[in-house]
C-alpha cells in the first residue's frame, strides 16, 4: 500500500526506456503502429466474442482452477500445474514455450502478427501449510481463459498477446527472473487479477526485501568457563532489540518484523551461532533503500555489543511497489462494471500492505494488478479460510468474470488510440530505480 502519494504520481520518474529496443516503441508497436480503425460496433462485438469463448470453455477454465486447487506446489516446483496449463494451450491450437526463460515452470505463448502487444500474466504456485490460500488457482485459470479467448480475435483486433506462466510468485521472485531474462521486452502492457475479499481496483503493494543474519560467536561451558564464550544469540537479541526501538522511528508507510530460526543447542553451552529472517518493507523500492541500511545498522550493533561477527545475506529477489496504469486502470474498471463489478480503490495513505512481484512489472511497463471478490468482507488472505474460499462458486465467477474483464480490456487497448496514448503518457521513461532488477 503505497502511502507517499496517489500511484500516478511517481509513474513518470521511474520507468526505464531501455527496456525496449527503441526509443520511439517501434519494436512494440506503442508508438509507431496505429490502432486498426474500428467503430464502437465493432469493437462491442469483439468483446462479445471473447467472452462467449470464455462461457464455451466454462468447464475447462473450472476444472484447471479446482485442478490446481488440488494439488497445490511450492515456488519454483509447479510442475502439474505447468503441465496442465500448457497442455490446455496445446489443446486450444497455440504454440507454447515450456521452461521459457531457463525456468522449468515458467511458460509464454504469443500470438498476433502486429500491433501492441499485451501480456496477461498467470499465477500457479502455493503456500507452505496451508496450499492455495491467495487463491493463485484462480489467477491461472482466469488467465488462461482470457488468453485463449483473445488469440481468437487478436488479428482481428490489429493486436499481439503474450500469454506469460509466471512461477514463484510466493517469495521465490519468477516475474524478477523472467524479467532479468528479457520477458518483457517488447510487452507494451501488462495485466493480471487476484482474488480478495472485495472488488477493487488496486492492490496496496508495497516495497520488500528479506534478509537472512547469521551471527558467529564462541562455545564456551556457560556454567564453568562462560567467560570463554561469545554468545551469538545475546548479538541476535541485542540486534532484535535496536530493530524494535527503531520501529517508533519508521514511517507509517514501513514495516520490518523478524523472527529467530537459530539459538543455540543447549542452555549449557553459550551458544556459537544464531540466525534471524527479516523482512523489511517500504512503500517504494527507492524508500526500501535507506531503511535497509537503517535496520542491518541495528543488526550489527548487537553484533558489535557481544563481541561477535555478523554475516547479512539480502535476497535477491527484492519486491518493488506496485505502481498501477491508471488509464488502464480506468478502462478495466469499466469493464468490470459492465459484468456488476463496480470496483472500489485500495489507495489509503499512510498505511503499509502486502507485496508481490508484478510490482517489479510494472516499472518496466504498463501494469494493473486489480482484485476480484471471493470471499466474505473480513477474510484474510494467506489463512486457512480463504483457501477454502478459493474453490468455491465465488471463486469460480471470479474465474470467468475476471477472464473476460482481461479480455475486453486487452480489446479496448488494442482498438482505442487514445488509451494507448494516455497508457504511455503516464507510463513516462525514466530509469527503474535500484532494486527493481
Not at 543455540?264 to 556459537?272: H, Q, S, Y
Given at each position: 500500500?503505497q502511502?507517499?502519494?496517489?500511484?500516478a504520481?511517481?509513474?513518470?520518474?521511474?520507468?526505464?526506456?531501455?527496456?525496449?529496443d527503441?526509443?520511439?516503441?517501434?519494436?512494440?508497436?506503442?508508438?509507431?503502429l496505429?490502432c486498426m480503425?474500428l467503430?464502437?460496433?465493432?469493437?462491442?462485438?469483439?468483446?462479445?466474442?471473447?467472452?462467449?469463448?470464455?462461457?464455451?470453455?466454462?468447464?475447462?477454465?473450472?476444472?484447471?482452477?479446482?485442478e490446481?486447487?488440488?494439488?497445490?506446489?511450492?515456488?519454483?516446483?509447479?510442475?502439474?500445474a505447468?503441465?496442465?496449463?500448457?497442455?490446455?494451450?496445446?489443446?486450444?491450437?497455440?504454440?507454447?514455450?515450456?521452461?521459457?526463460?531457463?525456468?522449468?515452470?515458467?511458460?509464454?505463448?504469443?500470438?498476433?502478427t502486429?500491433?501492441?502487444?499485451?501480456?496477461?500474466?498467470?499465477?500457479?504456485?502455493?503456500?507452505?501449510?496451508?496450499?492455495?490460500?491467495?487463491?493463485?488457482?484462480?489467477?491461472?485459470?482466469?488467465?488462461?481463459?482470457?488468453?485463449?479467448a483473445?488469440?481468437?480475435?487478436?488479428?482481428?483486433?490489429?493486436?499481439?498477446?503474450?500469454?506469460?506462466?509466471?512461477?514463484a510468485?510466493?517469495?521465490?521472485?519468477?516475474?524478477?527472473?523472467?524479467?532479468?531474462?528479457?520477458a518483457?521486452?517488447?510487452?507494451?502492457a501488462?495485466?493480471?487479477?487476484?482474488?480478495a475479499?472485495?472488488?477493487?481496483?488496486r492492490m496496496?503493494?508495497?516495497?520488500?526485501?528479506?534478509?537472512?543474519?547469521r551471527?558467529?560467536?564462541?562455545?564456551a561451558?556457560?556454567?564453568?568457563?562462560?567467560?570463554?564464550?561469545?554468545?551469538?544469540?545475546d548479538?541476535?537479541?541485542?540486534?532484535?532489540?535496536?530493530?524494535?526501538?527503531?520501529?517508533?522511528?519508521?514511517?507509517?508507510?514501513?514495516?520490518v518484523?523478524?523472527?529467530?530460526?537459530?539459538?543455540?543447542?543447549?542452555?549449557?553451552?553459550?551458544?556459537?551461532?544464531?540466525?534471524m529472517?527479516?523482512?523489511?518493507?517500504?512503500?517504494?523500492i527507492?524508500?526500501?533503500?535507506p531503511?535497509?541500511?537503517?535496520?542491518?545498522?541495528c543488526?550489527?550493533?548487537?553484533?558489535k555489543?557481544?563481541?561477535?561477527r555478523?554475516?547479512?545475506?539480502?535476497?535477491?529477489?527484492?519486491?518493488?511497489?506496485?505502481?498501477?496504469?491508471?488509464?488502464?486502470?480506468d478502462?478495466?474498471?469499466?469493464?468490470?462494471?459492465?459484468?456488476?463489478?463496480?470496483?472500489?480503490?485500495?489507495?489509503?495513505?499512510?498505511?503499509?500492505?502486502?507485496?508481490?512481484?508484478?510490482?517489479?512489472?510494472?516499472?518496466?511497463?504498463?501494469?494493473?494488478?486489480?482484485?476480484?471478490a471471493?470471499?466474505?468482507?473480513?477474510?484474510?488472505?494467506?489463512?486457512?479460510?480463504?483457501?477454502?474460499y478459493?474453490?468455491?462458486?465465488?471463486?469460480?465467477?471470479a474465474?470467468?468474470?475476471g477472464?473476460?474483464?482481461?479480455?475486453?480490456?486487452v480489446?479496448?487497448?488494442?482498438?482505442?488510440?487514445e488509451?494507448?496514448?494516455?497508457?504511455?503518457?503516464s507510463?513516462g521513461?525514466?530509469?527503474?530505480?535500484?532494486?527493481?532488477?
Amino acid at each position: 500500500m503505497q502511502g507517499s502519494g496517489p500511484p500516478a504520481s511517481r509513474a513518470a520518474a521511474h520507468r526505464q526506456a531501455g527496456q525496449r529496443d527503441s526509443d520511439d516503441g517501434d519494436e512494440s508497436g506503442f508508438v509507431s503502429l496505429p490502432c486498426m480503425a474500428l467503430d464502437e460496433q465493432q469493437i462491442a462485438e469483439l468483446k462479445a466474442r471473447a467472452c462467449a469463448d470464455i462461457d464455451a470453455r466454462a468447464g475447462d477454465l473450472l476444472t484447471a482452477s479446482h485442478e490446481i486447487h488440488a494439488h497445490p506446489e511450492l515456488n519454483f516446483e509447479e510442475h502439474f500445474a505447468h503441465e496442465l496449463l500448457t497442455a490446455a494451450i496445446e489443446r486450444a491450437g497455440l504454440p507454447v514455450s515450456r521452461k521459457a526463460y531457463g525456468i522449468d515452470t515458467a511458460f509464454q505463448t504469443t500470438v498476433g502478427t502486429s500491433g501492441l502487444n499485451a501480456a496477461v500474466l498467470l499465477e500457479y504456485d502455493a503456500l507452505p501449510g496451508i496450499g492455495h490460500a491467495c487463491g493463485h488457482n484462480i489467477i491461472a485459470a482466469a488467465g488462461l481463459g482470457a488468453g485463449l479467448a483473445l488469440a481468437g480475435v487478436a488479428n482481428d483486433a490489429g493486436g499481439r498477446l503474450t500469454l506469460m506462466g509466471t512461477p514463484a510468485e510466493e517469495g521465490g521472485g519468477g516475474k524478477v527472473e523472467m524479467a532479468r531474462a528479457g520477458a518483457f521486452k517488447g510487452v507494451d502492457a501488462a495485466m493480471m487479477i487476484h482474488p480478495a475479499d472485495r472488488d477493487l481496483a488496486r492492490m496496496n503493494a508495497i516495497a520488500i526485501q528479506q534478509a537472512v543474519v547469521r551471527y558467529y560467536g564462541q562455545a564456551a561451558h556457560a556454567a564453568v568457563s562462560p567467560h570463554l564464550g561469545r554468545n551469538a544469540l545475546d548479538a541476535a537479541v541485542l540486534g532484535y532489540m535496536n530493530v524494535a526501538a527503531l520501529r517508533q522511528h519508521i514511517r507509517p508507510t514501513e514495516r520490518v518484523h523478524g523472527i529467530f530460526t537459530k539459538a543455540g543447542e543447549k542452555p549449557n553451552i553459550v551458544p556459537r551461532e544464531a540466525e534471524m529472517d527479516w523482512y523489511v518493507r517500504s512503500d517504494t523500492i527507492e524508500t526500501l533503500q535507506p531503511l535497509k541500511m537503517r535496520v542491518a545498522a541495528c543488526l550489527e550493533a548487537g553484533a558489535k555489543a557481544a563481541d561477535c561477527r555478523v554475516e547479512m545475506m539480502w535476497d535477491t529477489h527484492a519486491y518493488a511497489d506496485i505502481v498501477d496504469s491508471i488509464p488502464l486502470l480506468d478502462a478495466y474498471a469499466a469493464n468490470s462494471t459492465s459484468l456488476g463489478r463496480a470496483l472500489t480503490s485500495a489507495y489509503m495513505p499512510g498505511t503499509g500492505g502486502g507485496s508481490t512481484d508484478m510490482g517489479n512489472v510494472s516499472y518496466l511497463t504498463p501494469s494493473i494488478h486489480p482484485m476480484l471478490a471471493v470471499a466474505p468482507r473480513g477474510v484474510s488472505l494467506h489463512s486457512p479460510q480463504f483457501a477454502d474460499y478459493t474453490k468455491s462458486k465465488e471463486a469460480d465467477k471470479a474465474v470467468l468474470d475476471g477472464a473476460k474483464i482481461m479480455a475486453m480490456t486487452v480489446i479496448d487497448l488494442w482498438t482505442r488510440a487514445e488509451l494507448q496514448s494516455a497508457v504511455r503518457e503516464s507510463f513516462g521513461n525514466g530509469d527503474v530505480p535500484a532494486g527493481v532488477l
